[in-house]
């Protein structure tokens, strides 16, 4: 019996650069290995590798590879970032990662600004062989009626991705989803289901004019927006605080949650400030909604 292996690395290069708009770049990755790929729902997150400062790509393979790639000189190490899966053809041995652009900020956008079709990176991606490998948070229940979205422009591609997986529901729930990105230009058609309001909060309205810090706009609209909790916390246990600049706020919701479901990604200081209003003051049920911070202003990582 072939090893089952939950993910695994396949090598690729840039088949196609997009401009989907002025902050956001698809980059469409190919390669023959990524017949074997597989994506577990909208929200897959895989990791991406890139080159180092040399252009090298030296990533350890096996079981314990990550502990061998922290074990790396830091000058040799390949930079590891975050990402998911906008879409993925195994047929055509293709797979689509939308990238926010932040200018040099950091070794993967400085990476996507340059990219071009012929360029490499290693992506970590669950393989084919698994029948659940991880990575997915998007989990609704089966009878969830009524769904909210909040997310800034790093969650962007796996809301396109939940919408699109709603609007192909023979009976989708009604949506509402709000959305941060850095300019009024970065506002985009998503596909999604016809009962869906999606609220766009742009931190700038052109790139000549001071933007707002990141999560101000979506803390304002979540806390002005005329929210009602379909399944409220029946009390007992203490919302507890989650240090972000210490640890990961990462909090899934329960299997048993039913009716409402809430799905909350992004930059985890507004998201834990969402979680504390939400949770806190308006009596959500925490069990009903999943928090991710998905990166941290001033804090690096993997």
């Known amino acids: 019996m072939a090893q089952r292996v939950p993910f695994h690395l396949f090598d690729v290069s840039v088949r196609e650069r997009i401009e989907l708009s002025p902050s956001m770049l698809r980059f469409v990755f190919a ?24 252009g090298e790509l030296s ?53 996507a600004l340059r990219a071009r079709p012929g360029d490499r990176v290693l992506l970590l991606a669950p393989h084919a062989s698994q029948d659940d490998s991880g990575g997915v948070e998007w989990r609704p229940p ?11 422009e790093t969650a962007l591609p796996a809301v396109a991705g939940i919408l699109e997986s709603l609007a192909a529901q023979p009976r989708p729930p009604k949506v509402r989803a709000y959305i941060e990105v850095p300019l009024r230009a970065d506002v985009v058609d998503l596909v999604g289901p016809g009962d869906m309001r999606i609220h766009w909060l742009p931190r700038a309205e052109r790139r000549d004019e001071p933007p707002a810090d990141y999560g101000t706009r979506l803390v304002e609209a979540i806390r002005a927006a005329q929210l009602t909790p379909a399944q409220a916390d029946e009390g007992g246990e203490a919302l507890a605080e989650v240090d972000v600049d210490r640890e990961i706020l990462w909090e899934q919701a329960a299997a048993t949650a039913s009716g409402f479901y809430a799905w909350i990604a992004g930059e ?5 400030a969402i979680r504390r209003h939400l949770v806190g003051e308006r009596g959500f049920a925490k069990s009903a909604i999943s928090f991710m911070g998905y990166w941290r202003k001033g804090r690096v990582l993997d």
């Open 31 to 54: 390669g023959p290995s990524l017949a074997q790929a597989r994506s577990f729902g909208p929200d897959q997150r895989i990791k991406i590798f890139f080159p180092n400062a040399a």
């Open 142 to 152: 089966a009878d969830v009626r009524e769904v909210l979205l909040i997310a800034d």
């Open 268 to 272: 985890a200081g507004a998201v834990m």
């Open 59 to 111: 990533v350890p393979r096996g079981e314990d590879w990550y502990a061998r790639y922290r074990d790396q000189h830091e000058a040799q190490r390949a930079p590891m970032r975050t990402y998911t899966i906008r879409a993925l053809r195994p047929g055509a041995t293709e797979l689509d990662v939308d990238f926010a652009a932040h200018g040099d900020s950091g070794p993967a956008s400085s990476w």
